[in-house]
């Protein structure tokens, strides 16, 4: 997902937009989640980023976008850039760990 996301309309409050943002970012995590891995992953990793436009935007933990939305609802943004792409994931064992220090 690749989206800027707008915080104004004639019709529609802001906290109601900011709910539905964040309800569409739940939900395209979700459906992510569910499809199939591919093939020698363990689990599905997201790359996310957050700025005001695209070009400012900065890379962020997944955790942190409500946080992120809420950022801009405080700031009274008109809008904001948000990218979340789904990679897949491998987890390290322990002895794997133990060799990288």
Known sequence: MKKTFSLVHEKIKRPRLVDAIKHE????????????????????????QYGKTKDDAKEIHLSAINKCIDEADKLELESFYLEIIAKPGHRMSSLDQADQD
């Open 25 to 48: 970012v739940k939900k395209y995590i979700k459906r992510e989640r569910n499809k199939t891995l591919p093939e020698g992953a363990d689990y599905l990793d997201f790359d996310c």
